[in-house]
Structures are given as structure tokens and as C-alpha cells.
């Protein structure tokens, strides 16, 4: 049963420390979305990648924040230094270019910034 | 203005009634649509995608597209208690990136 993987599922970390999230997404998936979900402002798209490259990152915070698909079975977020409002769930997913295909979710890592 | 709106709720609707949940968006060259539900403490998963404009059904399960409008719902027939969830409309741009509203939290009470 493909899935999305990510890890770590849940995270607790000081003001000041990095935090990086990683993701494995379905063998075959040429397109890798990140996003945050808090309550207040839903899910917002941190970062599109496409074969690996990086497409769009413009909701991400470039001062602290940045992502990359160091290979195809691969992504990663980084956070540093990372801070109490980063705190949310961090969703992974993944899917093909095509119009019509749906995402597949991860289950998200929980981050807690103290 | 944000790009795709919802109604945050929460909804509510008695069971076996109809539940309608709604969304505009704001990009006009968007050609696909998407409904994804989220249980509490789960991952979104999808239930419904819509291109053209009109109805699809899908069991219990109607989404309407309008793009002239630029307004997508979704309904729910004979609702659930299990149906109880946060549904995310999900709007793809040029471009391949997906948007999503804040989603609209639906109760079904028995």
C-alpha cells in the first residue's frame, strides 16, 4: 500500500534550535508539496517541487525556511532558527504532474517550538 | 482577499439531512477543483475533483463547479455522523500549484 512517509511524526524543541522534517513520497510521484496547517490560517503552501526542481516557494519564510529533494526518495525542511509561531503540523504530499491526479498526505509532523 | 475562501463554520446538519458546503476562489484561469476531508488529528484525503462546469455525482457525494461565478460546492446527501470531518476546498493553478481554503467544519448529529 504506497503512502506518503514522513518523519519525525511529532517534534518538541527549543527557541533557537533547527528543526529538519523529512519526507518520502510514493515511488513514481514526480511532484512534492509542503505545507502548514495551524488553526488559524488553515493549510498554507510552504513549497512546490516538480522532478526535484523547486517551483514555488514564495509562501515560505526564505529568512529562516527552506526545503529541498536532495533525491527523488527525498525532501526535507528545514527550520533554523525556529521559533514558538512555527510552531503547527508540517504536511507532506505528493502526487504526478498530471491535472487530474489527487495528492497523497502524509500524516504530518507535529512541531512544538518552546 | 484570499484565494480560495470558505466558510470556516462549524456546520451543522441533522442525520439523512443535506449538507452544503461552498468556496469561491479567485483565480479565473484555475481549471481544477478538489474537495478533501480531514478527520481530526488525520491527513486530508480526496473525495471529489470537478473540471468542467456543472454537477458531479459521486454516491452520496455532489460537487457543482461555476466558473463564471468562480464558486465551487460540495453536497452531502443522507448525511452521516461519520461524515463529520473539516472539508477543504483545494483550487490548482497554472502551474501545478495546489491552493487551499481554510476549510468548513461540518457536525452531523444523530
Known amino acids: 500500500d504506497a503512502r506518503v512517509t514522513q518523519t519525525p511524526r511529532h517534534k518538541v524543541t527549543e527557541m533557537g534550535q533547527e528543526v529538519t522534517m523529512r519526507c518520502q513520497p510514493i515511488l513514481g510521484h514526480n511532484t512534492v508539496f509542503w505545507y502548514r496547517q495551524t488553526m488559524m490560517q488553515g493549510l498554507e503552501l510552504l513549497a512546490y517541487?516538480?522532478?526535484?526542481?523547486?517551483?514555488?516557494d514564495s509562501g515560505m519564510p526564505k529568512d529562516r525556511f527552506s526545503a529541498e529533494m536532495p533525491d527523488a526518495t527525498l525532501a526535507t525542511l528545514k527550520i533554523q532558527p525556529s521559533e514558538p509561531r512555527d510552531s503547527a503540523v508540517y504536511f507532506c504530499?505528493?502526487?504526478?504532474?498530471?491535472?487530474?491526479?489527487?495528492?497523497?498526505f502524509g500524516s504530518g509532523t507535529q512541531l512544538s517550538v518552546l | 482577499q484570499k484565494e480560495v475562501e470558505q466558510n470556516s463554520g462549524p456546520l451543522s446538519v441533522p442525520e439523512g439531512a443535506i449538507a452544503s458546503l461552498n468556496c469561491t476562489y479567485s483565480?479565473?484561469?484555475?481549471?481544477?477543483f478538489f474537495w478533501y476531508r480531514q478527520y481530526s488529528g488525520k491527513s486530508p484525503e480526496l473525495i471529489m475533483s470537478?473540471?468542467?462546469?456543472g454537477d458531479k455525482e459521486d454516491g452520496r457525494f455532489t460537487a457543482q463547479l461555476n466558473k463564471a461565478s468562480q464558486y465551487v460546492s460540495l453536497l452531502i446527501r443522507d448525511s452521516q455522523p461519520s461524515d463529520s470531518a473539516t472539508y477543504l476546498c483545494a483550487v490548482r493553478h497554472q502551474g501545478g500549484k495546489l491552493i487551499f481554503g481554510q476549510g468548513t467544519e461540518l457536525s452531523v448529529k444523530p
Open positions: 483565480d479565473r484561469v484555475s481549471q481544477s
Open positions: 470537478i473540471y468542467s462546469n
Open positions: 504530499a505528493s502526487g504526478t504532474d498530471r491535472e487530474n491526479e489527487k495528492l497523497f
Open positions: 517541487f516538480r522532478n526535484r526542481a523547486p517551483l514555488d
